[in-house]
């Protein structure tokens, strides 16, 4: 899959893990996650998808946590929690959401097979042990998936973990955590627009 990775993720990364700060940093990103995917919907579906999203998402902070209390690298972490959303886009048919085309989900879903089953996670159930609240439901729209349009998805990157830095370039696997990283740049926590307003997180 392919994701972005600078400064403000490994910021993310440390105020997720930190008490109480971890609590307000979680609040936060997920607002963030919600507009940018929920502007990727049609107009006439954002309204409806929002309570479920904000729900879906709070969880998936905490499976991202526990990734990385098992080791998993920051972007190996982060792209999990993408993996458990695009199975959730793909359930109800919100394709325009995705961000990998429907035909690679069993591909991102074996990479990670050993810690989804650990949490009892798979497409058809994204959050698995997660699931620590109801998450409220929100129309489908399963005429969709005939289709083969993914407006936003990016296909090709299914066999590793791809992150963009900084400069632009690709780097499989992801980057090393800096020594030195400040909080107050986490996305949500700061300003944020320069790094989301082409809707990549």
């Known amino acids: 899959m392919k994701l972005r990775q600078n400064i403000r993720h490994f910021a993310a990364k440390k105020a997720l893990t930190m008490p109480v700060i971890g609590k ?19 107009a006439d579906h954002r309204e409806e998808r929002k309570l479920h999203l904000e729900s879906f998402f709070e969880c998936t902070f905490s499976t991202y946590v526990t990734a990385l209390h098992e080791g998993f690298t920051e972007a190996e972490a982060r792209e999990i929690t993408h993996i458990q959303a695009n199975f959730d886009f793909f359930n109800h048919g919100w394709t325009e959401m995705m961000e990998f085309p429907k035909n690679e989900i069993e591909q991102h879903y074996t990479r990670y097979e050993m810690f989804f089953d650990r949490y009892e996670i798979d497409i058809a159930d994204p959050l698995g042990n997660f699931r620590t609240q109801d998450i409220p439901q929100a129309p489908s729209t399963p005429q969709r998936l005939k289709g083969t349009t993914h407006p936003h998805a990016s296909g090709g990157f299914a066999d590793d973990v791809y992150v963009e830095d900084e400069d632009g370039s690709l780097v499989v696997g992801g980057q090393p955590t800096p020594s030195d990283v400040d909080i107050s740049v986490a996305p949500g926590l700061e300003d944020v627009e320069s790094d989301t307003e082409d809707g990549k997180i």
């Open 24 to 42: 307000i940093a979680t609040e936060k990103l997920v607002n963030l996650h919600v507009n940018i995917f929920a502007q990727k919907a049609d």
